[in-house]
C-alpha cells in the first residue's frame, strides 16, 4: 500500500485533521492566448441573431475581467475588430491562394479551368460564412455600423480583392474564346459572381443565420458561369 496523503494530528489521539488543500491559483494565460479569447469571446458574442452593438463592458463580463484588462492587449475596441478582420483576410485569401495552385485535368481547357477555380472561391466563401457566422456579420459591415470609418474600408478592400482574383481567373479563361471583348467580359462576370456572394452572406445575416448562404448555391453558379 502507498503511504497515506500526510495530514496534521491535534493532542487527541483519536482526531486527526486533514491535510490543508492548497490555495487556489488562477493560471495566468500563455502570451498572446488572452488575445486570442478576447478575439473568440468578441466573435461569439456578434452569433447571437439580433445581438445590438458588442460593447467592451459586455466583452469583459463574459471573459470575468475588467475593462482595462481588455485594454492591456487591445489599445481599442477597432484593433479587436482589426484582429477578426486579419484572422478572416488570413483565413479566406490562404485557402485562395490554395485553389489557384492545384494543377489542372490535363482535359481541362482554359474556360474550364477558370469556371472551376471560381466555383471554388466562391464555394470556399460560403462555406468559410456559415461555420463562422459572427465573421459573417464583420463581413458585411452589420457589426461594424458604429464603428471606426476605417474597419469598414479595410471588408470593402478584401471583397475588391475577391473581385480581382475571380477577374483575373475568368479573364484567362476568356482569351482563347474569341471574344472580342475579354476584359470587359472578365470584369462584368467577375463584378456579377462578387455582388452575389455579398448578398447571400448579408441575407444570412440579416436573416438571424437562418436562411445559409449555400442554399442553392451549385445551380445558381452554374447559370452564372
Known amino acids: ?10 493532542d487527541s489521539p483519536e482526531e486527526v485533521l ?9 493560471k495566468r494565460p500563455k502570451p498572446g492566448e488572452r488575445r486570442v479569447q478576447i478575439l473568440q469571446a468578441l466573435a461569439t458574442m456578434l452569433e447571437q441573431p439580433g445581438a445590438e452593438r458588442v460593447t467592451t463592458a459586455a466583452l469583459a463580463a463574459r471573459l470575468e475581467v475588467s475593462e482595462a484588462a481588455l485594454y492591456r492587449h487591445f489599445a481599442s475596441k477597432a484593433q479587436m475588430f482589426e484582429g477578426l478582420i486579419e484572422f478572416i483576410e488570413q483565413s479566406v485569401f490562404t485557402l485562395v491562394n490554395q485553389i489557384l495552385e492545384r494543377p489542372p485535368a490535363h482535359t481541362d481547357d482554359s ?14 466563401l460560403v462555406q468559410f460564412a456559415e461555420r463562422n457566422p459572427g465573421m459573417t456579420r464583420v463581413m458585411v459591415g452589420d457589426a461594424l455600423v458604429f464603428e471606426n470609418e476605417r474597419l469598414q474600408q479595410r471588408m470593402n478592400q478584401f471583397f475588391d480583392k475577391i473581385e480581382a482574383t475571380l477577374r483575373q481567373c475568368l479573364r484567362a479563361g476568356a482569351e482563347p474564346s474569341g471574344s472580342a471583348t475579354p476584359t470587359v467580359d472578365a ?5 456579377l459572381l462578387t455582388a452575389f456572394l455579398v448578398g447571400r452572406l448579408q441575407r444570412f445575416a440579416r436573416s438571424g443565420f437562418r436562411r445559409p448562404p449555400s442554399e442553392y448555391l451549385e445551380a445558381s453558379l452554374a447559370r452564372m458561369l
Open 1 to 10: 500500500m502507498p503511504d497515506a496523503e500526510p495530514t496534521l494530528r491535534s
Open 187 to 191: 470584369q462584368v462576370r467577375a463584378s
Open 18 to 26: 486533514p491535510a490543508p488543500m492548497p490555495p487556489s491559483v488562477r
Open 111 to 124: 474556360a474550364a479551368v477558370a469556371a472551376r477555380q471560381c466555383v471554388a472561391i466562391a464555394t470556399m
